[in-house]
């Protein structure tokens, strides 16, 4: 039960952190960088919730896929890769939130 609480929490901080947000951002955020992190492209700031989207649907997909090994010798492994990859998208939606931001 703990490691489902754990993929839930990182599997819904994004979209809260979008939410909340939502109300402090400018109408207009960098959406795009170059390989020099020099900002290439501006957006939406609602364009953030697509970050959320994705990783709800990811976190629901990697639950799935976690259930289904609950009990074999996979199972830490895919438990691992889910909350590694929910902190992947965790990474990238604080990285888009600062940078909006600054």
């Known amino acids: 039960m703990k ?7 990182l599997m819904l901080l994004p979209m809260v952190l979008e939410v909340i947000s939502m109300f402090l951002l ?6 795009h960088y170059n390989s020099n992190l020099q900002v290439t492209a ?13 990783a709800v649907l990811f976190g ?6 976690y ?20 902190l992947v ?7 888009t939130l600062v940078s909006a931001f600054v």
Do not use: D, H
């Not at 400018?26 to 959406?31: F, G, M, N, S, V």
């Not at 629901?60 to 896929?65: D, G, N, S, T």
């Not at 259930?67 to 929910?86: C, D, P, Q």
């Open 3 to 9: 490691k489902e609480t754990l993929l839930n929490t």
């Open 26 to 31: 400018p109408t207009e955020i960098p959406i």
């Open 42 to 54: 501006y957006g939406s700031k609602y364009m953030l919730l697509a970050i959320g989207v994705i």
């Open 60 to 65: 629901l997909f990697m639950k799935r896929i």
């Open 67 to 86: 259930k289904f090994n609950i009990g074999t010798n996979r199972e830490t492994m895919v438990y691992r890769s889910s909350w590694m990859a929910l």
């Open 89 to 95: 998208f965790n990474g990238i939606n604080l990285f």
